[in-house]
Protein backbone atom coordinates (compact mmCIF):
# COMPACT_ATOMS: atom_id res chain seq x y z
CA UNK A 1 0.00 0.00 0.00
CA UNK A 2 3.09 2.12 0.43
CA UNK A 3 5.12 2.83 -2.44
CA UNK A 4 7.85 4.88 -3.22
CA UNK A 5 8.82 5.51 -6.96
CA UNK A 6 12.30 6.89 -8.03
CA UNK A 7 12.57 8.31 -11.18
CA UNK A 8 14.85 11.20 -13.56
CA UNK A 9 17.95 8.73 -13.64
CA UNK A 10 19.78 8.24 -16.49
CA UNK A 11 23.31 8.41 -18.34
CA UNK A 12 24.55 12.21 -18.34
CA UNK A 13 28.11 13.41 -18.90
CA UNK A 14 30.55 14.71 -16.26
CA UNK A 15 29.71 18.32 -15.43
CA UNK A 16 26.15 17.41 -16.39
CA UNK A 17 22.81 17.80 -14.22
CA UNK A 18 19.96 15.11 -13.34
CA UNK A 19 17.34 15.49 -11.38
CA UNK A 20 15.29 12.97 -9.27
CA UNK A 21 12.31 12.10 -8.30
CA UNK A 22 10.65 10.06 -5.27
CA UNK A 23 7.30 10.00 -5.68
CA UNK A 24 5.08 8.75 -3.04
CA UNK A 25 1.85 7.09 -2.26
CA UNK A 26 0.07 5.49 0.91
CA UNK A 27 2.07 8.14 2.54
CA UNK A 28 1.87 11.61 2.83
CA UNK A 29 5.62 12.76 2.64
CA UNK A 30 5.89 15.67 4.03
CA UNK A 31 5.57 14.36 7.36
CA UNK A 32 8.47 11.95 6.93
CA UNK A 33 11.89 12.49 7.14
CA UNK A 34 12.98 11.75 3.42
CA UNK A 35 16.47 10.81 2.26
CA UNK A 36 18.84 9.80 -0.44
CA UNK A 37 20.71 7.10 -0.39
CA UNK A 38 23.33 5.59 -3.32
CA UNK A 39 24.49 2.37 -4.21
CA UNK A 40 27.89 1.85 -6.40
CA UNK A 41 28.83 -1.58 -7.43
CA UNK A 42 30.87 -3.27 -4.81
CA UNK A 43 29.92 -0.68 -2.53
CA UNK A 44 27.95 0.24 0.78
CA UNK A 45 25.00 1.93 0.04
CA UNK A 46 25.69 5.49 1.69
CA UNK A 47 23.54 8.68 2.54
CA UNK A 48 23.64 11.39 0.10
CA UNK A 49 21.19 13.99 1.64
CA UNK A 50 18.55 14.16 3.74
CA UNK A 51 15.53 16.44 4.72
CA UNK A 52 13.60 16.69 7.81
CA UNK A 53 9.78 16.85 8.69
CA UNK A 54 8.76 19.80 9.76
CA UNK A 55 11.40 22.25 9.65
CA UNK A 56 12.80 21.15 6.28
CA UNK A 57 16.36 20.91 7.35
CA UNK A 58 18.34 19.52 4.89
CA UNK A 59 21.72 17.63 5.45
CA UNK A 60 24.77 16.25 2.80
CA UNK A 61 27.56 14.21 2.55
CA UNK A 62 30.49 15.75 2.10
CA UNK A 63 31.16 14.54 -1.27
CA UNK A 64 28.04 16.16 -2.83
CA UNK A 65 27.85 19.58 -0.55
CA UNK A 66 26.96 22.41 -2.65
CA UNK A 67 26.77 20.50 -5.87
CA UNK A 68 23.18 18.25 -4.51
CA UNK A 69 20.18 20.12 -3.64
CA UNK A 70 17.24 17.87 -1.74
CA UNK A 71 13.77 20.14 -1.49
CA UNK A 72 10.10 18.97 -0.81
CA UNK A 73 6.85 19.31 -3.41
CA UNK A 74 4.17 18.49 -1.34
CA UNK A 75 1.54 19.46 -3.09
CA UNK A 76 2.82 16.46 -5.71
CA UNK A 77 3.94 14.65 -3.06
CA UNK A 78 7.42 14.20 -3.80
CA UNK A 79 10.70 15.22 -2.63
CA UNK A 80 13.26 15.57 -5.27
CA UNK A 81 17.17 15.75 -5.91
CA UNK A 82 19.18 17.91 -8.00
CA UNK A 83 22.07 16.90 -9.08
CA UNK A 84 24.84 19.55 -10.60
CA UNK A 85 28.36 19.12 -11.88
CA UNK A 86 27.95 15.71 -11.74
CA UNK A 87 31.14 13.58 -11.74
CA UNK A 88 31.95 9.69 -12.36
CA UNK A 89 32.19 8.80 -9.26
CA UNK A 90 28.05 9.90 -8.47
CA UNK A 91 27.47 7.00 -10.60
CA UNK A 92 25.29 4.47 -8.44
CA UNK A 93 21.62 3.67 -8.15
CA UNK A 94 19.58 6.06 -5.76
CA UNK A 95 17.41 5.12 -3.48
CA UNK A 96 14.82 7.01 -1.97
CA UNK A 97 13.68 6.03 2.14
CA UNK A 98 11.36 7.76 3.62
CA UNK A 99 11.19 7.06 7.46
CA UNK A 100 9.23 8.27 10.78
CA UNK A 101 10.87 6.68 13.49
CA UNK A 102 9.13 7.14 16.73
CA UNK A 103 6.60 4.93 14.63
CA UNK A 104 9.31 2.63 13.43
CA UNK A 105 8.36 3.36 9.23
CA UNK A 106 11.27 3.43 7.35
CA UNK A 107 10.09 2.89 3.39
CA UNK A 108 12.14 2.45 0.58
CA UNK A 109 11.82 3.05 -3.32
CA UNK A 110 13.03 0.34 -6.06
CA UNK A 111 15.88 3.09 -7.28
CA UNK A 112 16.79 4.38 -10.24
CA UNK A 113 20.56 4.47 -12.35
CA UNK A 114 22.61 7.98 -12.59
CA UNK A 115 25.45 7.06 -14.99
CA UNK A 116 28.02 9.58 -15.13
CA UNK A 117 30.89 9.69 -18.57
CA UNK A 118 34.09 10.95 -18.30
Known amino acids: QVQLVESGGGLVQAGGSLRLSCAAS????????VNWYRQAPGKQRELVAGISSGGDNTNYANSVKGRFTISRDNAKNTVSLQMNSLKPEDTAVYFC???????????WGQGTQVTVSS
Open 97 to 107: NAARFRFNENY
Open 26 to 33: GITLSIYT
